[in-house]
């Protein structure tokens, strides 16, 4: 395996403290440390203090992710999770998902803030791109094709349609960019993402929740 492969969990706003953990433990031990091999879980703000004491302890080969961070710094905002206090904690933010763009009516400008703040916190952003024309700021190295109507409905994207859509972007913004694909991936449709030439790796939602199915999913990547 030369190029990268990522394999990322969104957990979105779904497990307790307890139900992360059950999950790393279940996860955590099956996984084999390979060069290039990049898994991550993202579950929500609440469960990333004991998810990374989990990993630390496991000493688990698992990068651990937020699925979103603020748009200001440290300071008088109520509620925000500025990436100061999330860098003690994850290696990667999930950055401008469509259900962020939707139910909240992030902007693009938000957007480019958060990951101007990430980077400056030494956090990866993965940025959420809905097709070839979002917007995607010089700085980012690592984005996730999700079409809309791909997200948790079982109707993924052809492979060759995202490969196209991920070469384009490539081409648009830089070669060294990272391409991910999501929307409904699972054990059976994984292999077919992943053998695409411009695609990097996937972010798994509904398929991550259960530890078995996204061991199924690894397990088949690496097959
Ligand atoms: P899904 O979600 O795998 O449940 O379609 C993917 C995502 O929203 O990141």
Known sequence: MNK??????NFKSRKNIQEVLNWIGE???KLIKKDN???AVCPSYSCLSEAKKAIQ??????????QNLSNFPAGAYTGEEPAEALKEFVDLSIIGHSERRQNFKET?????????????????????IQGEDTLIPDVVKLV???PVFAIGTGTPDTPENANKVALSVKQKHSANLEVLYGGSVDEKNVKSFINQENINGILVGNASLDPLSFLNIINNCLS
């Open 108 to 128: 693009n400008e938000q957007i480019a803030q958060k990951i101007h703040l990430a980077n400056q916190s030494g956090i990866e952003p993965l940025l959420c």
């Open 57 to 66: 302890v496991g000493n688990f080969p698992l990068l651990l992710g937020s």
């Open 4 to 9: 990268n492969l990522w394999i990322i969990a």
């Open 37 to 39: 091999l990049k898994i």
């Open 27 to 29: 996860v955590g031990p």
């Open 144 to 146: 996730a094709y999700e």
